[in-house]
């Protein structure tokens, strides 16, 4: 049987445009209290996220930067110098009728084709900070399944939000947590009730349009006993020539017997620092699964996390990071095992191409008195070019008996035999090598839904343009 | 073979924390060596926890109010360690330091001194051999955390060894070197140098022992080793300090075009037992192993932070760790392959192993790289686990009582580290070490 898809065309060079902002609420330049307390009228939060808020700032404007273990660049950003919130004055929308013209506009330019919105069972699509559409099927939401903004769902769902809210991820886990809890913004809430297994992937597209304009939004993503949920996220910026800023925290909560899968394309533009914190937390039984592919951005640092707080929970980071010129991904993962007999693995893919540098950070974390906890680290790095740099700084911490972990990383090129082969059969070099670098991320990439994986390996070809000869 | 024992005296006692001493005859440039040492020790600041170097380690072990300088030993301290001082029953050359003095040293053969091999106490060879001395002592940055170890070291260091092996000279029987810590809460500062030139050959094995099994003491060495084009250098070090024993080890390898050096670190003593590897392979053929073993019980915990640092193109290392961990036993490796820009064609490789034999041991494992050039090959791997049931059961069948089966499988695990030496002699001492460790 032969189905016919046609690629989704998308090309890094139609993200590189950007609209005439018409921006209605706008907090201004730089963070201080009365930023929190703007933003916090606006927003017409309760005291008690107006604390969160606050707690935040306190926390964000103590903690040092992370560069003595983290890269320097991060001292390039300027904290002043950042908007952290504006919204285009608009409620999130119920039907695509309803959105206005130029965002339809940026959608098209991004490529979403037609049958894939009619496909997909709800489209959140993120402009700046404020949800501007968000449409669920119907049949999900006839499921029982909530999948709102993250105002919305703090508004109308009070007593599920507040109950998971900033529980897996503290205020004061890093210092860009604390900053979005202080300033947060947008971003997703979704509550799976139990025994529902959403069939179709959940979707949002994250975009930035305003200079200067850090993006802050928070998702909380919950899934009741057995049920099971599959979250898209996916990301492009234009391209604007100071340093934008991205701190997003998401936090996942499996409980019993659920599963969640939450997949990540990460394609911002070259001057974005991207300082992501994710983490899920999984019950008995219960799944949390992490897809993450880095493209996009000039440094990235998400070290997606599972703690495994039941019995045979189990975790799993699948990682693919593109590193080109002028890019640092700085990604990895960890795994916290704290009941008998939980399982991680983590396989993380990363290729440098010029100058570009990819890093694995990982932690595996096993304490004593627990049983039968397996965790299996595979790390592969391609180095494409001479000037390429790629890191791997594992930590592991086993305490006990009867536990098994075991990791394993290694750095290789792509073969000069494999491309001769291929040159030898009429391909250039540029395609050989392409071909090669697909191979080495193909056994990873299919385990992508379809539509990503076809995305992923366009977007990889088109970083592989020009890295040879 | 002759003996000859030292008998240079020493006036001075007190705590460390006091400085260096100039009652000692050194030259002028090394005692200004030593003040500029002290003023960098004063000056840097205690490592915490929160430096990514001593991450994980128990920084808090690390106060150095309660130790002495030791003051001259009597007559009876020097007899009876003698005696005890039984290492290998082969040796080109020997010196024995108690309290970082020395009491006995068997010099290498006429032969190998005519052919121009210098096996001299330190303090003999920065007067005697000055440029050699100058140009390589504590020539190589302590890069892995303790910098400010190694410039209390440099500013109090009063003796150690000295060894030169000149081009093509080849010594067949290893070098054995004692150091001894004697007395209650006693420091010391052991200092090895070893220069080989032009494909020159040499074995050293370091013993680091005390005399009391549960006196504290503080032990603060460093070792440098160069290997010259195309020489093989051997460096073995069995560390077997008393219980209390808080003790750092810095050591740095050069290994020049086709050389090889090889070393293997046996750590059994010790409360706090840090060891720094630093290996720079600086010329293409270079190849560098680093092999460790640590037996690790009661409250024991071992840190070990090393760094591959491929510098020339053309160049392997391999590295292999192994540590046995019972009771709250606790180990570290920070381990990292540095393969800098243009230092294409390297082969490195890393692997640490971790067998935990009690549910409150603990070990910590950060094996990483550092890839700055392309063309290589490089990978680590770090697997902790236990004991597998079937080969216990399989042992018991065969009426083997479990506790020696344990034992059994254990010494197994190690031993395929201490295989890759090569050197029969030496691999049997430190086997008896380890049994007699075991059977504590």
């Known amino acids: 049987m032969k189905t016919d898809t046609t690629a989704i065309d998308i090309d890094r060079g139609k993200g590189d445009f950007f609209y005439p902002e018409a921006h209605v609420r706008d907090a201004g330049v730089g963070l201080s209290e009365r930023t929190i307390h703007y933003i916090a009228d606006v927003k017409e939060d309760p005291d008690w996220v107006r604390e969160f808020r606050l707690r935040g700032l306190k926390t964000f404007l103590e903690k040092p930067l992370p560069t003595h273990w983290a890269s320097k660049d991060l001292e390039a950003i300027d904290f002043d110098k950042i908007r952290y919130y504006?919204?285009?004055?608009?409620?999130?929308?119920?039907?695509?009728?309803?959105?206005?013209?130029?965002i339809?506009?940026?959608?098209?330019?991004?490529?979403i084709p037609e049958q894939e919105r009619k496909f997909l069972a709800g489209v959140e699509a993120q402009f700046d900070s404020e949800a501007v559409y968000s449409n669920i099927k119907?049949?999900?939401?006839?499921?029982?399944?909530?999948?709102?903004?993250?105002?919305?769902?703090?508004?109308?769902?009070?007593?599920?939000?507040?109950?998971?809210?900033?529980?897996?991820?503290?205020?004061?886990?890093?210092?860009?947590?604390?900053?979005?809890?202080?300033?947060?913004?947008?971003?997703?809430?979704?509550?799976?009730?139990?025994?529902?297994?959403?069939?179709?992937p959940l979707q949002a597209y994250f975009r930035i349009n305003a200079e200067n304009f850090g993006q802050f939004e928070r998702t909380l993503i919950i899934a009741d006993e057995g049920s099971e949920v599959t979250y898209m996220e996916g990301c492009t910026?234009?391209?604007?020539?100071?340093?934008?800023?991205?701190?997003?925290?998401?936090?996942?909560?499996?409980?019993?017997?659920?599963?969640?899968?939450?997949?990540?394309?990460?394609?911002?533009?070259?001057?974005?620092?991207?300082?992501?914190?994710?983490?899920?937390?999984?019950?008995?039984?219960?799944?949390?699964?992490?897809?993450?592919?880095?493209?996009?951005?000039?440094?990235?640092?998400?070290?997606?996390?599972?703690?495994?707080?039941?019995?045979?929970?189990?975790?799993?980071?699948?990682?693919?990071?593109?590193?080109?010129?002028?890019?640092?991904?700085?990604?990895?993962?960890?795994?916290?095992?704290?009941?008998?007999?939980?399982?991680?693995?983590?396989?993380?893919?990363?290729?440098?191409?010029?100058?570009?540098?990819?890093?694995?950070?990982?932690?595996?974390?096993?304490?004593?008195?627990?049983?039968?906890?397996?965790?299996?680290?595979?790390?592969?790095?391609?180095?494409?070019?001479?000037?390429?740099?790629?890191?791997?700084y594992p930590a592991i911490t086993v305490r006990g008996t009867g536990n098994a972990v075991q990791h394993e990383a290694s750095v290789s090129q792509v073969s000069a035999e494999q491309i001769f082969y291929m040159q030898q059969r009429g391909l250039t070099e540029a395609q050989a090598m392409s071909l090669s670098v697909n191979g080495f991320v193909n056994d990873l990439v299919r385990q992508f839904p379809m539509e990503y994986s076809v995305e992923l390996k366009r977007l990889i070809e088109l970083e592989m343009e020009g890295s040879v000869g | 073979m002759m003996s000859s024992v030292a008998n240079h005296e020493v006036t001075k006692s007190g705590s460390i924390l006091s400085g260096p001493s100039d009652s000692r005859d050194f030259p002028d440039w090394f005692r200004d060596q030593q003040r500029a040492a002290w003023k960098t020790f004063e000056s840097l600041p205690s490592p915490t926890r929160k430096d990514q170097a001593w991450r994980f380690a128990n920084v808090n072990l690390l106060d150095l109010a309660p130790y002495n300088i030791s003051g001259p030993l009597s007559e009876?301290?020097?007899?009876?360690?003698?005696?005890?001082?039984?290492?290998?029953?082969?040796?080109?050359?020997?010196?024995?330091?108690?309290?970082?003095?020395?009491?006995?040293?068997?010099?290498?053969?006429?032969?190998?001194?005519?052919?121009?091999?210098?096996?001299?106490?330190?303090?003999?060879?920065?007067?005697?051999?000055?440029?050699?001395?100058?140009?390589?002592?504590?020539?190589?940055?302590?890069?892995?955390?303790?910098?400010?170890?190694?410039?209390l070291h440099q500013g109090l260091v009063s003796s150690g060894t000295f060894l030169f092996v000149p081009r093509r000279v080849e010594i067949e029987q290893p070098i054995e070197i004692f150091h001894w810590l004697r007395h209650d809460n006693m420091s010391i500062f052991p200092h090895l140098l070893l220069v080989t030139d032009e494909l020159a050959k040499v074995t050293v094995i370091e013993h680091f022992r005390s005399c009391n099994l549960t006196a504290p003491g503080f032990a603060c060495g460093v070792n440098d080793l160069i290997a010259g084009p195309g020489a093989k250098v051997t460096y073995v070090c069995a560390q077997d300090w008393a219980s209390n024993v808080i003790a750092l080890q810095m050591n740095s390898t050069t290994v020049d075009h086709d050389a090889s050096a090889m070393s293997l670190n046996l750590h059994l003593g010790g409360r706090y037992s840090r060891f720094e590897s630093l290996s720079r392979l600086i010329g293409e053929g270079g190849r560098s192993d680093l092999l460790a073993v640590a037996v690790a019980r009661d409250q024991q915990e071992f840190d070990a932070r090393t760094l591959q640092d491929h510098v020339s193109p053309h160049t392997a290392s391999d590295l292999l760790y192994k540590n046995a961990l019972d009771d709250r036993a606790r180990t570290i490796f920070g381990g990292l392959i540095r393969v800098e820009p243009h230092a294409h064609f390297t082969d490195a490789y890393q692997k640490v192993r971790n067998l935990l034999l009690s549910d409150d041991a603990e070990a910590n494992s950060m094996p990483g790289l550092e890839i700055l050039a392309d063309n290589v090959r490089c990978t680590h791997g770090a697997t902790s686990g236990q004991i597998d049931e079937d080969e216990l059961f399989y042992l018991r069948t065969r009426g083997i009582p479990t506790k020696v089966a344990q034992r059994l499988i254990v010494t197994g695990f190690l031993d395929e580290v201490i295989h890759r030496l090569n050197q029969p002699a030496i691999a049997e001492h430190l086997h008896r070490l380890i049994k007699e460790r075991f059977s504590d």
Not at chain 1, 104 to 111: A, I, N, S, V
Not at chain 2, 106 to 118: A, H, P, Q, T
């Open chain 1, 86 to 102: 504006l919204a285009p004055g608009t409620e999130p929308k119920r039907s695509w009728e309803e959105v206005p013209d130029d």
């Open chain 1, 104 to 111: 339809k506009r940026t959608f098209e330019r991004l490529g």
């Open chain 1, 138 to 200: 119907k049949a999900v939401g006839e499921q029982g399944v909530i999948f709102v903004g993250s105002r919305e769902g703090l508004k109308n769902y009070p007593e599920i939000f507040r109950k998971w809210f900033g529980k897996v991820i503290p205020v004061a886990d890093n210092k860009f947590s604390a900053l979005n809890s202080a300033v947060f913004s947008g971003g997703s809430f979704i509550y799976v009730p139990p025994g529902v297994k959403v069939k179709h």
């Open chain 1, 237 to 392: 910026a234009p391209k604007f020539n100071t340093p934008t800023l991205h701190s997003a925290v998401v936090e996942l909560i499996a409980l019993k017997g659920a599963k969640i899968q939450y997949i990540t394309v990460q394609n911002w533009a070259s001057n974005v620092f991207n300082l992501v914190t994710k983490r899920g937390l999984a019950q008995e039984n219960a799944e949390v699964k992490w897809i993450d592919c880095n493209i996009g951005s000039r440094l990235t640092m998400k070290y997606p996390s599972v703690i495994m707080k039941g019995r045979k929970a189990r975790g799993e980071v699948l990682s693919i990071a593109l590193a080109n010129d002028g890019q640092h991904q700085d990604t990895g993962a960890k795994m916290i095992h704290s009941a008998d007999e939980t399982t991680s693995n983590i396989i993380s893919k990363s290729i440098s191409i010029g100058k570009g540098r990819a890093t694995y950070r990982g932690l595996v974390h096993v304490p004593k008195h627990l049983k039968n906890c397996k965790n299996n680290t595979e790390c592969d790095a391609l180095l494409i070019n001479a000037t390429s740099r790629t890191d791997t």
């Open chain 2, 76 to 151: 009876d301290d020097r007899t009876n360690v003698l005696k005890y001082s039984r290492g290998l029953d082969q040796f080109a050359g020997r010196m024995i330091f108690v309290n970082d003095q020395l009491i006995e040293r068997d010099v290498v053969s006429e032969d190998l001194k005519r052919r121009g091999v210098v096996f001299q106490p330190l303090e003999r060879a920065m007067v005697e051999h000055s440029d050699l001395f100058r140009k390589y002592f504590m020539s190589t940055e302590a890069t892995l955390g303790s910098a400010k170890f190694a410039a």
